[in-house]
């Protein structure tokens, strides 16, 4: 079992930041081949794709409305995965899911792909 813990949601003015963090429990990035992604989803839309990266080949990938804007890191010592969030506009407001699946792919954009979800945490941008 892969269980995920988000955090670093928050309220934010446009044009802020935010950093979300998904952890897992000791070594479970390093122990499977997985690719960690990040989605959102606002309310009455559907949850989307926002970026991921393969744990083992630092591969990231980015939904467009997103590149240039967001960066996805990680981190091998803490086992966790970063959403960096610059220059956040109103239409961010979601809440975003840290997920999880097995298999190093770039490949892996829609919320069937993944098996391992977090709880979500809120990310709100006022204008």
């Known amino acids: 079992q892969v269980q995920l813990v988000e955090s670093g949601g928050g309220l934010v003015q446009a044009g802020g930041s935010l950093r979300l963090s998904c952890a897992a429990s000791t070594r479970t990035f390093r122990t499977y081949a997985m690719t960690l992604g990040w989605f959102r989803q606002a309310p009455g839309k559907e949850r989307e794709f926002v970026g991921g990266v393969g744990w083992y080949s630092d591969n990231t990938f980015y939904a467009d409305s997103v590149k240039g804007r967001f960066t996805i890191s990680r981190d091998n010592a803490k086992n966790t995965v970063y959403l960096q969030m610059n220059n956040l506009k109103p239409e961010d407001t979601a809440v975003y899911y840290c997920?999880?699946?097995?298999?190093?792919?770039?490949?892996?954009?829609?919320?069937?792909?993944?098996?391992?979800w977090g709880q979500g945490t809120q990310a709100t941008v006022s204008s």
């Open positions: 997920a999880g699946r097995l298999g190093d792919t770039r490949t892996a954009t829609t919320p069937e792909d993944y098996l391992y």
